[in-house]
């Protein structure tokens, strides 16, 4: 059974991010970059990336700055391009260790915003995109007083005040009662974030709306239809607008958001790993 290592990289700003790296078994087929959602973190992920390893897929599953076991500053960003950065660095040591191996970008829920604003900025140093209930287009979103507040955040330059993360409640996030629990319990699981953070986040939005035509690549995006937290018909939208003439979308139409803590798990799982295995 393959398991994984927590290693470290120190940023550009000076940060130092932690990640979780799980060996390819075998022969490697290709290298998967991961970034998880607003709340989670690369622990909440460990059997598909268990499953991609042990598949021939070398597995970078990155922990964001201020989240998981980046105790620094929880909770925030200063602006987008910080959480790009930090992404195109991860892959650029990436590319070091694995010269001329494909590599795949997948981002998960919020992650998504990420992973496809490097897609759109930085073309050139991944070969395929996964998004994964991607959160281009979210259900929950600020009331317009939040909203409003952010605005003024943003016009003042007010970074570090606190926001609750609105998803108090995991049965959002999976129907399975034993990941409800682990959800409740788990001590580094994000609570609350910055106004920063959430101002970071709509940088992302605009980068994706004004580049979706520079992502190109291979794509796949995988849906829960029973989602609460993601709006799966404009996420769609969003993915029928970038370049790519290789669009795969797959819905699970009795899952919750987390496709990870769903009974569809196995099944969620082989469809990724045989699409990671398309010569394309």
């Known amino acids: 059974m ?11 700003d000076g940060v130092r991010l932690h990640y979780q790296h799980w060996p390819a078994t075998g022969k490697i087929r290709g290298v998967v970059v991961a970034l998880h959602g607003i709340q989670s973190h690369s622990g909440w992920y460990e059997y598909s990336s268990q499953q991609m390893a042990e598949a021939g897929f070398e597995v970078y599953f990155a922990d964001r700055r201020g989240s998981g076991r980046n105790e620094l500053r929880r909770g925030h960003a200063d602006h987008g391009e910080r959480l790009l950065n930090d992404v195109r660095q991860l892959v650029r040591l990436v590319h070091r260790e694995h010269p001329a191996v494909p590599l795949s970008l997948l981002g998960l829920s919020w992650g998504g915003k990420i992973a496809a604003a490097v897609a759109s900025t930085s073309p050139d140093s991944i070969d395929s995109l996964v998004l994964l209930y991607p959160g281009l287009a979210p259900r929950i979103r600020p009331t317009w007083w939040q909203a409003l507040q952010l605005k003024f955040a943003r016009h ?11 998803l108090e409640d995991p049965r959002l996030l999976t129907a399975d ?8 319990n788990d001590p ?4 609350v974030v910055t106004s920063g953070f ?4 709509h940088d992302l939005d605009e980068i994706v709306r004004r580049h979706a035509d520079r992502i190109h690549h291979p794509t796949l995006l995988m849906l829960a239809g029973r989602d609460q937290i993601i709006d799966n018909s ?7 607008s970038f370049s790519t003439r290789h669009l795969t979308t797959v819905c699970y139409p009795d899952a919750q958001h987390t496709l990870e803590f769903e009974t569809v798990r196995d099944e969620f799982v082989s469809d990724l790993i045989r699409w990671l295995r398309q010569d394309r």
Not at 7 to 12: G, H, L, V
Not at 177 to 184: K, M, R, T
Not at 198 to 201: A, C, E
Not at 234 to 240: N, P
């Open 2 to 12: 393959t398991s994984s290592t927590v290693r470290s990289y120190t940023t550009s």
């Open 156 to 166: 003042h330059d007010v970074r570090h005040r606190p926001v609750t993360i609105p």
């Open 177 to 184: 009662p034993e990941h409800q629990n682990f959800v409740n």
């Open 188 to 191: 580094l699981a994000l609570r």
């Open 198 to 201: 959430l101002n970071s986040g």
């Open 234 to 240: 404009k996420t769609k939208q969003v993915a029928e």
